[in-house]
Each structure stands twice: as structure tokens, then as C-alpha cells.
């Protein structure tokens, strides 16, 4: 077998750090139970051992060693450890699959002491030769900035590679493609959804007031008021990861968390249609089980076992392959879209809409919607009469 030695000189005291035989190592001077010992720490990656270097001596000596190594193992160590503490799992999970799928291959053989200007610009024009949407080329975009801006405060000897900053999106998606159902099956599907009492509570939720499934799943008979024809948003239900060293996923859970910002924290009024649906459904389901006790505050579904995405998704797709629904592209976001759409078709000023889904911005509403017009009315009356 051949033995490879490579190792780096540090100041009196701080200990040697070299690669043997496959592993990278560190000797350094300390005392135990006063005596004077040498201390060897092995570990198979530098990462790896700048972690048990720290947990051993509670301090961090590896500043110049994290220039020279591999750009992959570092970035999902930042991933791991600096990222998930800035969004949710769900976020974490969609950045490690975008690194997975797009990045780590062609930075495999890279160390981070070899990012230059010119391999920024070869890396974009090759992901731009890929058939990846222009949100995936953004998202890649603003994973490598925020990667390399964290370096640059950590390690002033690292230089940022400016030009990323300048990389425009080759081919832009097009933000003019009609999103909601299409008129020529709308009424055919909303018929369609007779067969299933739940399901179809469900999509009106997303139909007929806006609402994304998450905080459709979430949502409890408090959140429902009746009288003033009200749905108050409070809450989304949210997959929880948690993973390993390595990225993967090693557990999964359903909970009830925050919304998807502040923002969605609204209250959107029920039309006609809508309310009468989930009157009938209160009645049918539960007040015939004799479950009037759990109406007050209970969940709206899923008394004894919280509604999963994934669960109900695969409900939803079993649908419309049964009712022919299947080539339209057709997901839940969908009938978000078709309600956001047909508001706007109507003329409503773009700041109600934005309101109605809970956006940040009503540039947000703009760039996803383009039907727009300038007509402004009062937003509770404007959705009783175009949705009833």
C-alpha cells in the first residue's frame, strides 16, 4: 500500500496537522490530570477533523487549513451547520437537493483557495447549457453568494469572486403562461369533486379563498367563523427534517408551525359557494358522528392524526388521473392560482390580491400575476360578488 504524507507547519504549541494513509491527522502538546501528553486526533475529512479538534480543545486553529479544502465538503458542512440555523428544514432540504443535483458535481475536484472569477463564469455557462428552469439557476445563484460571502467574513484571505454578482439567468421562465385551471375544464372539475366530501373541501379552500395547503391542513373550526364569513389564517403545517453530516434525511415529521411569513397571517373571506361547503361538511361529517364536542376547537381534518402533504397530494393525484385531469399540469398551487387569476380578470386592484394571498409584496403578486387593472374597490364586497 502506498503511504502518503502531507503536513503543515503551525506556531509552538498549536499542534501538526498532515494527511496519512487516508486519513487526516493532528498531533498537539496538552495535560491530563497534570500530566504532559501528546494527543492524536484522526478523522477522514478536514471538516471532520477541525469538529473533533474543537470539541476536544474548545478552540478553532484550522482558519488557514479551511482555504485548502474541497469546496464540496465545506459547503455542506456550511449547509449543515451555518444555513439550517437561517431557515426551515423544508428550505434546508430544497438547498441540499439543489447542491446535490446541480453544484457538487463540478466542484468535486475544487478547493476553496481555487475560486476564481473565470471558474464562476465556466460553471454558469455550463449549468446554462442544462435544461434548468431560470428559478433553479437563480436559486443556485443565491446559494453561491450567500456560501461565499460567509467566507469572505470569515477568512479574509478568501477572495470573492466578484462577477457572480453581475450573471444574469440565460433563459428567463415565462412568467406570461396562464396558471389557473383552464376555463374549458373548470366547471367539469369542480363537478368532479362531488365524489370525494373531503377532497372537495379541500380544493375550495384553495379555489375559493386563496389558501395554500399547507394552512388548509393546518386549519381547526376556531380558525372558521361562520357568522361574519371569515377564515382566519393562524397557522401552516410544515415537514419538519432532520439530517446527517452527509445531507441525507434520517427523519421526517408533520407538524403545526408558523405561516409562510407574517404576511400570511390574514383573515380572507368565505363567498357563498365556499361557505356553503364547509357548512354542509361540519354538519355531514361530524355533527352525524356525534362529534359536536370537537367542532369548538377541533381540526378540521384529521381529528385523531395530523394530514400530511404527501398524504393528501397522492389523494389528489389519484383524482384526477380518475377523472381525466391528469395532462393539464394540474397540482394544488393551482387552484391558488385560479383564484388569484380570476380576481385579477375581474379587474381588482393588485394591493387587494396581495392581501386575499398573503404576499411580503405586491411585486410578488405582479410577477406571478400579469392580468392586472388599475380599479380599486373594497376587497370583502369584491370577493362575495365575483366567487359566490
Avoid at 102 to 112: E, L, S, V
Wanted: some cysteine; overall charge positive; aromatic content about 14%.
Amino acid at each position: 500500500m502506498k503511504v502518503t504524507m502531507r503536513k503543515s507547519r503551525r506556531k509552538n504549541g498549536e499542534g501538526s496537522i498532515y494527511f496519512y494513509n487516508g486519513y487526516w491527522c493532528c498531533k498537539k502538546w496538552t495535560t491530563l490530570d497534570g500530566v504532559k501528553k501528546r494527543v492524536t486526533i484522526y478523522a477522514k475529512s478536514m471538516i471532520e477533523l477541525m469538529q473533533k479538534y474543537i470539541n476536544r480543545f474548545g478552540e478553532d486553529i484550522f482558519n488557514t487549513e479551511k482555504l485548502n479544502v474541497y469546496f464540496n465538503e465545506y459547503f455542506l458542512y456550511w449547509l449543515i451547520n451555518v444555513k439550517s440555523l437561517m431557515v426551515y428544514s423544508t428550505t434546508l432540504k430544497s438547498n441540499i437537493t439543489i447542491f446535490k443535483n446541480h453544484i457538487k458535481d463540478y466542484f468535486k475536484d475544487i478547493r476553496i483557495c481555487q475560486i476564481t472569477n473565470d471558474l464562476v463564469i465556466v460553471y454558469f455557462k455550463s449549468i446554462s447549457q442544462n435544461e434548468i428552469s431560470g428559478n433553479i439557476f437563480r436559486k443556485i445563484k443565491f446559494l453561491l453568494n450567500q456560501f461565499f460571502s460567509f467566507l469572505q467574513l470569515s477568512f479574509k484571505e478568501f477572495n470573492y469572486p466578484f462577477i457572480l454578482k453581475s450573471i444574469k439567468a440565460v433563459r428567463e421562465d415565462n412568467m406570461q403562461e396562464y396558471k389557473a385551471l383552464p376555463v374549458d375544464i373548470r366547471d367539469k372539475f369542480i363537478k368532479s369533486l362531488d365524489q370525494n366530501k373531503t377532497l372537495k373541501v379541500i380544493c375550495f379552500l384553495g379555489l375559493y379563498a386563496g389558501l395554500r395547503i399547507g394552512e388548509i391542513l393546518a386549519l381547526t373550526w376556531k380558525n372558521i367563523d361562520f357568522d361574519k364569513k371569515i377564515i382566519k389564517i393562524r397557522a401552516s403545517i410544515k415537514s419538519a427534517y432532520k439530517f446527517n453530516d452527509k445531507g441525507g434525511v434520517i427523519d421526517k415529521q408533520t407538524i403545526v408551525g408558523t405561516t409562510k411569513s407574517e404576511c400570511s397571517l390574514r383573515d380572507v373571506p368565505m363567498p357563498e359557494k365556499l361557505y356553503k361547503v364547509l357548512y354542509d361538511y361540519k354538519n355531514e361529517i361530524y355533527l352525524s358522528n356525534h362529534l359536536i364536542d370537537k367542532i369548538g376547537s377541533g381540526k378540521i381534518f384529521g381529528l385523531e392524526k395530523l394530514i400530511s402533504y404527501s398524504g393528501t397530494r397522492k389523494l389528489f393525484n389519484r383524482f384526477l388521473v380518475k377523472n381525466g385531469f391528469k395532462g393539464y399540469n394540474i397540482h394544488f398551487h393551482t387552484l391558488r392560482h385560479t383564484y388569484a387569476t380570476m380576481l385579477l380578470e375581474k379587474g381588482v386592484n393588485p394591493k387587494i390580491v396581495q392581501f386575499l394571498l398573503g404576499h411580503r409584496s405586491v411585486k410578488t403578486t405582479l410577477e406571478i400575476y400579469n392580468n392586472v387593472s388599475n380599479s380599486v374597490c373594497e376587497f370583502r364586497k369584491v370577493v362575495f360578488d365575483i366567487l359566490r
